[in-house]
Protein backbone atom coordinates (compact mmCIF):
# COMPACT_ATOMS: atom_id res chain seq x y z
CA UNK A 1 0.00 0.00 0.00
CA UNK A 2 3.13 2.29 0.25
CA UNK A 3 3.75 1.81 -2.88
CA UNK A 4 3.00 4.20 -6.31
CA UNK A 5 -0.91 3.45 -6.45
CA UNK A 6 -0.77 2.57 -2.93
CA UNK A 7 -3.55 4.91 -1.73
CA UNK A 8 -5.80 3.69 -4.66
CA UNK A 9 -5.75 0.04 -3.38
CA UNK A 10 -6.69 1.69 0.27
CA UNK A 11 -9.97 3.44 -1.31
CA UNK A 12 -10.85 0.43 -2.89
CA UNK A 13 -10.32 -1.72 0.58
CA UNK A 14 -12.24 1.64 2.20
CA UNK A 15 -15.00 1.34 -0.42
CA UNK A 16 -15.41 -2.68 0.21
CA UNK A 17 -15.56 -1.73 4.22
CA UNK A 18 -18.57 0.81 3.36
CA UNK A 19 -20.44 -1.79 2.11
CA UNK A 20 -21.01 -3.92 5.07
CA UNK A 21 -20.86 -0.94 7.07
CA UNK A 22 -24.77 -1.72 8.02
CA UNK A 23 -23.15 -5.39 9.04
CA UNK A 24 -20.43 -4.32 10.52
CA UNK A 25 -22.25 -1.99 13.10
CA UNK A 26 -24.65 -4.86 13.74
CA UNK A 27 -21.78 -7.26 14.92
CA UNK A 28 -20.78 -4.53 17.12
CA UNK A 29 -22.78 -5.09 19.93
CA UNK A 30 -25.92 -2.99 21.35
CA UNK A 31 -25.94 0.36 22.42
CA UNK A 32 -24.08 2.05 19.43
CA UNK A 33 -27.26 4.27 18.70
CA UNK A 34 -26.59 6.22 21.66
CA UNK A 35 -22.49 6.77 21.10
CA UNK A 36 -22.55 6.92 16.96
CA UNK A 37 -24.98 10.26 16.79
CA UNK A 38 -22.86 12.18 14.82
CA UNK A 39 -22.22 15.02 17.23
CA UNK A 40 -19.17 14.73 17.99
CA UNK A 41 -16.07 13.33 15.92
CA UNK A 42 -18.20 10.41 14.35
CA UNK A 43 -20.80 10.07 12.28
CA UNK A 44 -24.41 9.30 12.83
CA UNK A 45 -24.52 5.38 12.96
CA UNK A 46 -26.31 4.95 9.77
CA UNK A 47 -23.49 6.67 7.80
CA UNK A 48 -20.33 5.12 6.50
CA UNK A 49 -17.40 8.31 5.93
CA UNK A 50 -13.49 8.44 5.90
CA UNK A 51 -11.56 11.40 5.73
CA UNK A 52 -7.63 11.44 4.59
CA UNK A 53 -5.49 13.37 6.89
CA UNK A 54 -2.17 14.42 6.19
CA UNK A 55 -0.15 15.99 8.98
CA UNK A 56 3.02 18.17 9.14
CA UNK A 57 5.38 15.52 8.67
CA UNK A 58 3.81 14.32 5.39
CA UNK A 59 2.15 11.20 7.12
CA UNK A 60 -1.26 9.84 5.39
CA UNK A 61 -3.82 8.87 8.37
CA UNK A 62 -7.07 7.63 7.77
CA UNK A 63 -10.22 7.53 9.93
CA UNK A 64 -13.00 5.86 9.88
CA UNK A 65 -15.92 7.73 11.09
Do not use: S
Not at 45 to 58: A, G, H, P, Q, Y
Amino acid sequence: MREDGGYEVIKAAIDKLGKKHKEHIAAYGEGNERRLTGRHETADINTFLWVRNKNKNDQTHTMFL
